[in-house]
């Protein structure tokens, strides 16, 4: 038992180094076709020669080879240089932003679970209602609209139009809201849908089928049947959507001024600041693995039939 855990633990390992190898990397070469950040640090106006001197500081006048050697011999060390646009550590100033998308992530997580989970099991205990079937709908309409749409209305209606909610984001609690609601609601449709086919694959079950026979009571058939396998896949699904937020909810970030990873990571794209985008992918990219090695495991202990697999 224990050799195989350490085999899973070194796998494991294994397979972070080759993904943020491979994505330091894919970066590397992408930032050095993007363009020359040389010319965005001098300035209009700026002459050869500046660009050239500016060029030599960085390093970018070494060749391509030489450079990313560099590169990968700072990255083992975590060590990613100084932002070009503000000249402090880039780690130290992407680690400063990450509690604000941390906070953000988890109450969309939050929010999207008590929202999403009633409903689903309420859709799929009901399949033949009208108003089930209408909801479907709604929540089809939904999953096909963008987060930015979401963001867009959202502010035109409680800020614009209504005036209760700021639509940037400042020290205040409920500058909060809006950017929760918006990511909860480009969420929740999704996991509607997957709650609800649980539950309605479990109405259809043999042992489904003879608790109520038996004259189980339709909360005693949700609580001991319905709902506990509806969790089991929705423990999967809210990982990768945890991991969702913490890469792809750049544009929500940008929206709403949200001082996050998402916000610093469209600057620096625009400023061609390629120390503190690769440190901002790196932290991304080293956080989504661990959620999903994280949720990975709440999945094996939630479901008896994996934890028998290990023994």
Partial sequence: MLIRRLKAVGSRLLQLVVLLGTISTTL?????????PAVLMAGEGAGPETIKAIRADYGFDKPLIQQ??????????????????????????????????????????LFNSVLAIPAGVWLGAKPSQRRRKFLSIVVSVAQGTPAYVIALLLIQIFSVWLGWLPSIAGTGTWAWVLPTATLSFALAPNLIRV??????????????R????????????????????????????LGAQFAFLL?????????????????????????????????????????????????????????????????
């Fill in 210 to 237: 003879t608790a109520r026979a038996n004259g189980a009571g339709p909360r005693t058939l949700l609580m001991k049947h319905s709902l506990p396998n509806a969790l089991l896949s929705t423990t999967s699904l």
């Fill in 247 to 311: 890469s792809g909810a750049l544009i929500t970030e940008f929206i709403f001024a949200w001082p996050g990873l998402g916000l610093i990571l469209v600057q620096s794209i625009t400023n061609l600041d390629f120390p503190t985008i690769q440190a901002t992918v790196f932290v991304v990219a080293y956080l989504v693995f661990f959620v999903n090695l994280i949720m990975d495991q709440i999945f094996r202990l939630a479901d008896p039939r994996l934890r028998k697999s290990q023994l």
């Fill in 28 to 36: 590397f070469l992408l930032l050095r076709l993007s363009g020359d």
């Fill in 195 to 208: 709650v609800a086919a649980s539950v309605e694959e479990t109405t259809r079950q043999d042992y489904f």
């Fill in 68 to 109: 990313y050697v560099m590169f990968i011999w700072d990255v083992t060390r975590l060590d990613f240089g100084n932002s070009l646009v503000n000249s402090q550590p880039a780690l130290g100033f992407v680690l400063r932003y990450l509690p604000s998308t941390l906070h953000l992530t988890f109450l969309a997580i």
